[in-house]
T-cell receptor, first 114, second 115 residues
Framework: DAGVTQSPTHLIKTRGQQVTLRCSPKSGHDTVSWYQQALGQGPQFIFQYYEEEERQRGNFPDRFSGHQFPNYSSELNVNALLLGDSALYLC?????????????FGEGSWLTVV | AQKITQTQPGMFVQEKEAVTLDCTYD???????LFWYKQPSSGEMIFLIY??????QNATEGRYSLNFQKARKSANLVISASQLGDSAMYFCAMRDDNAGNMLTFGGGTRLMVKP
């Protein structure tokens, strides 16, 4: 049973560029959330998707957008990258209707903006 | 608004001893969940233990137990028989059951296990 998978694991982008990060949830999960974790801090909630729609959003600008596909996988897109976007981006997987309350995370995507 | 506070930025513990990592929370909602995660230097956030606000007993998972004191709004993680591999960042997080599966995290505690 595959856990939460994220890609790429590491990437370097230049200011002003755009980036797409990908996430496949744990088998049986239908909800994907994205978090940004700056160095030395706890993760901050970006947004959550289920049924292919954004359901909740944290305090992040519109440069951050996402998508969820029919197979529940998800993408996080960040446009017009800033140096401050350098962080670990974590994808979290959960179920809205299944048994259990656990929320599982992937290994994250390390983004460096130069 | 929800808030999670972890007051210990860093802690040392001797191998094979027990250690308690503190977590206090603030919420006005009666239904919520509390989580602890371990994050090694690789970055992966590893789920350790969960406690629901209506659970009557403290949660336990192997060497991990959660000391849940609802009236004091605290949810401390106890790690028994510490191992060198327990050295990592530990995060306490809360989910408001009325707000989907969004987690609010504390600032974390860095645990260092001494041989």
């Amino acid at each position: 049973d595959a856990g939460v998978t994220q890609s790429p694991t590491h990437l370097i982008k230049t200011r002003g560029q755009q980036v797409t990060l990908r996430c496949s949830p744990k088998s049986g999960h239908d909800t994907v959330s994205w978090y940004q974790q700056a160095l030395g801090q706890g993760p901050q909630f970006i947004f959550q998707y289920y049924e292919e729609e954004e359901r909740q959003r944290g305090n992040f600008p519109d440069r951050f957008s996402g998508h969820q596909f029919p197979n529940y996988s998800s993408e996080l897109n960040v446009n017009a990258l800033l140096l401050g976007d350098s962080a670990l981006y974590l994808c979290a997987s959960s179920s809205r209707t299944g048994v259990g309350n656990t929320i599982y995370f992937g290994e994250g995507s390390w983004l460096t903006v130069v | 608004a929800q808030k999670i506070t972890q007051t210990q930025p860093g802690m040392f513990v001797q191998e094979k001893e027990a250690v308690t990592l503190d977590c206090t929370y603030d919420t006005s909602d009666p239904s919520y969940g509390l989580f602890w995660y371990k994050q090694p230097s690789s970055g992966e956030m590893i789920f350790l233990i969960y406690q629901g606000s209506y659970d009557q007993q403290n949660a336990t998972e192997g060497r991990y137990s959660l000391n849940f004191q609802k009236a004091r709004k605290s949810a401390n993680l106890v790690i028994s028989a510490s191992q060198l591999g327990d050295s990592a960042m530990y995060f306490c997080a809360m989910r408001d059951d009325n707000a989907g599966n969004m987690l609010t995290f504390g600032g974390g505690t860095r645990l260092m296990v001494k041989p």
